[in-house]
């Protein structure tokens, strides 16, 4: 299993955490999201390789910002 963490800015709120959450989880190949409130911490447990872009795009699109 892949593991991927992230830093996302924009979440205010558990309904944040959950959008987050389900935009992530929509994508092939991601089996399991956590997402922290507190720090902006994503953590993506993946079966098999998903594009960093495609992950970015699917936070991107709710209007959260993946930063470095």
């Known amino acids: ?5 992230l830093k996302v800015q924009g979440m205010t709120c558990e ?3 959950r959008t ?3 935009a992530i989880s929509s994508l092939e ?12 911490r994503v953590n993506v447990y993946m079966e098999k390789e ?3 872009e ?3 795009k ?3 699109e709710w209007g959260y910002r993946v930063v470095d």
Do not use: A, N, T, Y
């Open 50 to 52: 998903v594009p960093l």
């Open 15 to 17: 309904h944040c955490v």
């Open 29 to 40: 190949g991601v089996s399991k999201v956590e997402v922290f409130l507190d720090s902006g």
């Open 20 to 22: 987050v959450q389900r």
């Open 54 to 56: 495609d992950i970015k």
């Open 1 to 5: 299993m892949k593991e991927l963490e």
């Open 58 to 60: 699917s936070i991107e």
